[in-house]
């Protein structure tokens, strides 16, 4: 059973039992006072002395005793006081000028409203006494210790309390806090300005600028341009203290003296510490009062050093007038230009220069690395502000009931209109002093509702039992410190809190870029997020109407500041123009083309084409495969089912551009080392009509783009060659200039039907390589295109004698230089090995013979061997599509004669009508003639394409049986004979016509 506790002293309890009384017979005695024993023996203790004999309180009889009871009298008189009572602190034992200079320094502190702890101003009390300070202004206080933070505060204080707002203008060194107490600290250095004039111009605009409420910093920058002027004038003769003397020449001096400074500020930054030119360069700037280094001229300080300064005079240009000094001013055009931001690095990336990659904010979004945040309020006050996009002050002050659900109606794609429910974030904005309403994903209304369960759970006190906050104010984040003005959670946490997070969270993991590099993880911080949601939305198609009221913005160009158009959208811009202007091979102008049109062709595109080198291709089983399918393995250029437009321009010209070098590889290679058989003379001769091909497609496309009008242009019109119905697969150069429309006088007859042959009219066909463009416009263009294929020729066979005679010097030098030296030194593309396998393979067994390496120059004459066999396969191919070709144009020919004599016989039967009969039995057995010869053609060509089938496979069996084994590797697959030396580029590829 709990001991109740005792009603009476231990003074009446001990006079009860020496009366022998019960406890009820001793209270009916009355109540009356006991006699103490006097106060506390010890000068700086106001308790009472509870025992008798020592005459000292508790504490100093427990202290006495441990003292091991010394004199009693003389120990009181040293004692010092001890603190006991929790809001109590007294000041006995400090000297009555000590006591008065606490008491000011603490009554300065609360008017400041700062918090004031009991347990921090006993520390400093004490340490005052301990130290035995008879003045604290003039005391050395340690410069950190939370013992004595207090008494430097005071310490700053006391001379605070003595200065006269009037007069402090007056000073050298400028306390801000006198001139106006709405400063929080600060001070304007003017002790290193030699000339009085500038001193007294400067003191009196700091006056005006204190009574006109500016800002602490422009005070400061005062300061700054009083000490850049006079540095300058310490140069001139007299040191310009007289302002006569310095004139309107003197002033435009400066100006040129202080340009010379930002050069130096700039060799000042890119030198290194130890570096004595650095400490040279130094002198040259304006020291720091504080010790921290030069001051330097950055372009924003530059303009800032000649603004104030021209305000300062300006101000005193009366003054000056008066002291003889008028033409010391400056002009407005004096002033230079504010310096604009650049954005090289943000138009580069394609994105603001604040918002985070993509790549990056989907690392930090992952939940693999938000798992690393301690769960609660640091991880649900980082998430959000990911999310939202928010101002850092905004996420900081939400309110716990933030979270607001909406009905909207809702239409689905089948019509139906349904009302859901979305999440909203209702915010109050310190920016534009007004509340704003953001949509949120359900995702992030989740992280919201965590928070507010949370907090329930670890402050239930702030919360009725239902849940409901005590108080309205209540904030999301509030901060956990303990205090009378968070009693109800209505204090939010510092402003550095989320930035402290933030650093120790990254700290635990690596970010990469979009390019797999370290990301420097201080370009993460709170208002990145902010433009990082902004660009997120831009790349992701919303309006800017919408994307200003998503970022709560008034004006529009606010909104532009946070985002830049993505590298996609601009080439999807580009695409979208080029869509409008096309044309065929024939020249016909094809329609304008809608963005639904534009739309299903991509559709189209995406199910019915793969992407191959400069074009798309159709053909249905390299469509099934995806590209991998492809039989004659990405040589499409005389099928029909390859399309090109203008977007492949210059992969065009680049791939004209290695099958010259090829060409010229292969023409030196058969002079050299290897011998030319009749199949490699004709698949040199296919690779020239294939560059020949590829010509006509460039000049063809370069002729069309010439022949734009300024219409045309003038609407954002950007070309497209665009594969229209050639015969064949063999393009038509020069263009006719019409809108090519399907309809009855664009109709061919068609070889493979009976009648179109004999009953229909032949249309006049054009020849192969016919132009309609003009006879000298097409002489330039062939003259051009004659030159152009020369100078190919000669800079492949340049690059080749270079890439030799690096070879050759390497043998000399005995010195082994791996690939990417070789095309280094020999000036050359850094694939142009790759693209030349002979010479690889030769610089493979240079190398293998400076290494003395026998099984090394085996393996690289097997390479070479196999580089040969390769190219024999390409050349097969090669002949393969040249035959093909020569057949069409055969039977093209043909076909034409046929049609031009029947033309002649029927109009020369008018006159002979007797012969018809005879003249038509003729025409009918050369027909027969010429469609027998075409289908033995037809059967040599399936047989020929048969046997180079069989010549590919085993020659690829060679390559494979050659190639050296590796111990203990296993053999790779015999590689595809084609010409596989890098994969087709990536680009934005136009859909054709469903004809070539």
Known sequence: MPRRPAARCKSCASERRVLGLTVAEYLARGRAPRPGFGKCLVRVCPRMAVVRRSRLCLPHQRQWSKAGTPDREAWALTAAAIYTSVDVVPLTDLASAVVVQVLRGYEAQLRQGGRISPAQVKSAVRWLCDHAVDHLAAAELPPKGATTTYLRLWQRTLPLLEADPATEHTRTLVRMRILNPRYKGGSVDLRDVHAPWVTHLAQQYLLHLAAAGASSARLMAVGYAARWFAMFLRTLPGEGRRPGDVGRDGVLAYLHWLTHRAPDTSDYQLLNDDDPVRQVVAERLLPSRRGAGPLLVTPVRHYELVKVLREVLEHGRAWLADNHAADVHLLEMDVPPYPERDDTASELEGRSQDALPEQVFLQLMDERNLALLPAGTRRNCVEPAMRVGRRP?????????????HDIDVEDPDGTVRRRSYPFLAYWMQKVRRRHKLPLHPSDAEVITRQQDHLRYEAPHLFHEDGRPRSTRILL????????????????????????????????????????????PARVFPYAFRHTYAQLRADAGVPLDILQVLMAHQDPSTTQVYYRPSHPRRAEAVRAIAAKYQFDLTGGRLRARTPGDDLADRIRAGVGSVHVPAGRCHEMNNVRADRHGCPVYNRCFYFTFYTTDFAHLPELRQLRAGKAEQLAALESAYGSVLTAG??????LELLRREIQQIDELVGKCEADIGSLTPRGTDHGGVLAPHPGPVPHGHPRSGGSGRTAEPGPADRRPDPHREDDRMTRPAAPLKQPGQATIPASRAEVLDAGRAAAVQRRRADSEQCRQRVLT???????????????????????????????????????TVRAQLAQDGPRAAAAATARKEAALEVENRMLLQQNAALQRTLHEVQNELRTLR??????????????????????????????????????????????RNVNQRLMIENSRLIAADAPKAPGQPQPPPSRPALEESPPPTSIFREGSSRC
């Open 806 to 844: 690096v070879l050759a010097a390497m043998r000399k030098s005995r010195q082994a230089l791996s690939d990417a030296e070789i095309t280094r030194r020999a000036a050359v593309n850094p694939q142009y090995l790759q693209r030349h396998r002979d010479l690889e393979a030769e610089a493979e």
């Open 477 to 520: 984040f509030l901060t956990p410190r303990r205090s009378r003005a968070n009693a109800l959670g209505e204090r939010a946490y510092g402003s550095g809190t989320i930035g402290y997070r933030l650093q120790t969270w990254l700290d635990q993991f690596a970010v990469t870029d979009e390019h797999g590099k370290p990301f420097d």
């Open 678 to 683: 009749p199949l490699s003379v004709a698949n």
């Open 899 to 944: 049609a031009h004599e029947l033309g002649a016989h029927l109009r020369d039967g008018l006159n002979a009508r007797s012969l018809r009969d005879t003249e038509m039995e003729e025409l009918r057995e050369q027909r027969d003639t010429a469609l027998a010869v075409s289908r033995q053609a037809e059967t040599a060509m399936q047989a020929l």
């Open 393 to 405: 002050w905004e996420l900081r002050h939400l309110e716990f009931d933030c979270l607001q659900w």
